[in-house]
């Protein structure tokens, strides 16, 4: 219901944020990664989008948190 269309439109937005920072990046490297992430790991990318110098940045695994 309203959970998934809020989670889509999110979803929505962060593509159109990513590509709009990496204009030529190929999205198909990051898919998966990105429409597996749950509502909390997609506003941590979205947030890194600020500072990321590359794509790697935005999807880099968070070893050290705990």
Do not use: W
């Not at 198909?28 to 941590?44: F, G, M, R, T, V």
């Amino acid at each position: 219901g309203m959970q998934t269309g809020m989670q889509q439109g999110m979803l929505g937005l962060f593509m159109n944020m990513l590509m709009a920072r990496f204009p030529h990046l190929d999205l198909q490297d990051y898919k998966d990664k990105i429409y597996s992430a749950a509502e909390a790991q997609l506003n941590c990318y979205s947030l890194r989008l600020f500072t990321a110098q590359t794509p790697e940045e935005v999807f880099a695994e968070d070893d050290d948190a705990s």
